[in-house]
């Protein structure tokens, strides 16, 4: 194994570790548990879901692994806070996004090789990168990982009903 | 800049990122503040303050780097959940060994070289080490800020006074 592959292994084991747990945490809840708070006045639980799923969404472009699969998720769960829009899609809708989006995205994670992994992302030049070689794929993937934890760790104060 | 040094660097950039976050959140929260639960029922902001201090004064022994500086701590903030232990530290000593642990830490932290976070961590022998290359120092730091990243989520949802 090279650096690089070692390197490229333990941040996808990393994520691959918050990613289960997170299916774990939304599965553990039902549709109705979905609608409640992690918190008093604080984002619900179906919120956190379209976030993840909007959030997970756009890795797929600034990875450069293809176009999105659901950008009209963004207007609610990204550019909007919770309650801010009266109409959410459905529990049934958004636990189908999340699973399809993790799937696709998953696959094409998979597939790059570790030199691929410290190639450039989407959001920074060519001639940044040259500057900038920390600012790669897998930066992307280890910063969304942190991301994972952090929404993991409020969603599981939801009280199950 | 060697490989090693650019993941070492992408690893402890995303650290400190969390650090410096975790240490806005706490210096947010007056010491009457801290006794306010992050949730209904669940954990105080002064448990994760103990808590986090403990695991960060853990990970020396673990990379390696050295003694302990408060190993008192685990019997409150590790093994035992919130409210099993009546009387706890005050904000002021907590927030003391809270900024004490992570300045030695850090300190230690910076003073690796790429090479010294790719060897083994105290938890794995060096026998199992050969079979098992990701069980570094780097992949502690990773697991840690992600534990960090989780707690974080968790202590802004705490509701100043």
Redesign the interface.
């Given at each position: 194994?090279t650096?690089?592959e070692?390197?490229v292994?333990?941040?996808l084991?990393?994520w691959d570790g918050?990613m289960k747990r997170a299916h774990g945490a939304f599965g553990n809840l039902s549709d109705e548990d979905l609608y409640t708070e992690?918190?008093?006045?604080?984002n619900r639980a179906i919120y956190l879901l379209g976030h993840m799923a909007a959030v997970h969404d756009l890795m797929l472009p600034l990875l450069r692994l293809g176009d999105r699969l659901y950008p009209s998720l963004d207007e609610v769960f990204i550019d909007q806070p919770d309650k801010a829009v009266q109409t959410l899609p459905s529990p049934a809708e958004l636990r189908e996004y999340w699973t399809n989006v993790n799937n696709v995205l998953n696959e094409k994670l998979k597939s790059l090789s570790a030199e691929e992994w410290?190639q450039r992302h989407n959001s920074v030049s060519e001639e940044d990168f040259v500057k900038e070689?920390?600012r790669?794929r897998?930066?992307v993937l280890?910063?969304r990982?942190?991301?994972l934890?952090?929404?993991?760790?409020?969603l599981v104060?939801v009280?199950k009903g």
């Open positions: 194994m650096e690089q070692l390197f292994k333990m941040a084991n990393a918050q992690i918190a008093p006045g604080k410290f070689p920390h790669n897998l930066n280890m910063s990982t942190n991301h934890a952090y929404h993991l760790g409020q104060l009280k």
